[in-house]
T-cell receptor, first 117, second 112 residues
Framework: GAGVSQSPRYKVAKRGQDVALRCDPISGHVSLFWYQQALGQGPEFLTY????????KSGLPSDRFFAERPEGSVSTLKIQRTQQEDSAVYLC???????????????FGAGSRLTVL | SQQGEEDPQALSIQEGENATMNCSYK?????LQWYRQNSGRGLVHLIL?????REKHSGRLRVTLDTSKKSSSLLITASRAADTASYFCATVTDRGAQKLVFGQGTRLTINP
């Protein structure tokens, strides 16, 4: 596609519900990232995929957060038993580059805004 | 946790003036990038400067990097109302990590 597409754009969940957020990266982009952005803050890294392999999940705040990218393209971020502190914008980004010295310039989606009541 | 700190947190200037934002970071880097975010939107890449570069230009943007002070600055010249947005610096460490680590951002308001 022309850009990174995320859905839903807005999600309201009751505390305790499970949610799934979808990311369609740019076609052919190898790297995919998830970030969490609280209101008025900078994006915080959650997890990183290279193709279908989840190479870094050090930013996932708890075991309630799970991400997958089974075929190396579309990715889903799942949050189980949502809590109010999970309310944030979840940003997905993709990049064509890999390698330790590659300049990872990210293309971001518009984000999914999650509100937990 | 976030690597960088932007300064100031908020900046309000008149259209036509220059805007300068600063970013400090903690660990050694491979490169530093600046991104812009309009309200309710995703981030857009503006410019990248590598650790062995000291200055870079792109249109009305000028970025400097001082690795000895672990700091960078973004200058927007001849500001326009459309430049109103939040600006974030992001670093890639030189340890082979792929992730970008973002600062807290500077909220820039250009008054017409």
């Amino acid at each position: 596609g022309a850009g990174v597409s995320q859905s839903p754009r807005y999600k309201v969940a009751k505390r305790g519900q499970d949610v799934a957020l979808r990311c369609d990266p740019i076609s052919g982009h190898v790297s995919l990232f998830w970030y969490q952005q609280a209101l008025g803050q900078g994006p915080e890294f959650l997890t990183y995929f290279q193709n279908e392999a989840q190479l870094d999940k050090s930013g996932l705040p708890s075991d309630r957060f799970f991400a997958e990218r089974p075929e190396g393209s579309v990715s889903t971020l799942k949050i189980q038993r949502t809590q109010q502190e999970d309310s944030a914008v979840y940003l997905c980004a993709s990049s064509p580059r890999t390698g330790p010295t590659g300049a990872n310039v990210l293309t971001f989606g518009a984000g999914s805004r999650l509100t937990v009541l | 946790s976030q690597q960088g700190e932007e300064d100031p947190q908020a900046l309000s200037i008149q259209e036509g003036e220059n805007a300068t934002m600063n970013c400090s970071y903690k660990t050694s880097i491979n490169n530093l990038q600046w991104y812009r975010q309009n309200s309710g939107r995703g981030l857009v890449h503006l410019i990248l400067i590598r650790s062995n570069e000291r200055e870079k230009h792109s249109g009305r943007l000028r970025v400097t990097l001082d690795t000895s002070k672990k700091s960078s600055s973004l200058l927007i010249t001849a500001s326009r109302a459309a430049d109103t947005a939040s600006y974030f610096c992001a670093t890639v460490t030189d340890r082979g990590a792929q992730k970008l680590v973002f600062g807290q951002g500077t909220r820039l308001t250009i008054n017409p």
